[in-house]
């Protein structure tokens, strides 16, 4: 499997009996499925994200993502409870693909990151 976001190759990483892809070159992870959630609520998951959050920066705004499973173009999305953190989704449920240290980030959730989750909740609800 390539990449979707630099076209370098992709390993296999295992944490607690759940495979992740995840980039040689730039360090991004594809989380086929719902992995993302599944290791977010395993204490320790986050080493597999190796990357650091400048190299993710750097690829975070490419347009045109392809699913590294079937090719159709993937969505851009904000995470719901940390609206700061974007990945990119397969529309078709083939997974989801985070930059490097966007996993780091996403397991981290903090008081802050609640108090703006509300903050966007009230902003959503007065348009």
Request: aromatic share 10%; net charge negative; with cysteine.
């Amino acid at each position: 499997m390539d990449c979707p976001k630099c076209d370098s190759v992709m390993e296999n990483v295992t944490y607690h009996g759940v495979t992740v892809d995840r980039c040689t070159q730039c360090k991004g992870i594809w989380f086929p499925g719902i992995e993302h959630k599944e290791l977010k609520q395993i204490k320790g998951s986050e080493v597999i994200d190796i990357g650091s959050e400048e190299l993710g920066k750097e690829y975070d705004d490419l347009k045109d993502v392809h699913c590294p499973e079937c090719d159709a173009v993937m969505e851009r999305v904000a995470d719901k409870f940390q609206p700061h953190i974007h990945f990119e989704v397969c529309l078709h449920g083939h997974g989801v693909f985070f930059d490097a240290g966007e996993f780091r980030d996403f397991k981290e959730e903090t008081f802050s990151d609640f108090i703006k989750s509300l903050t966007m909740a009230v902003k959503k609800k007065k348009k």
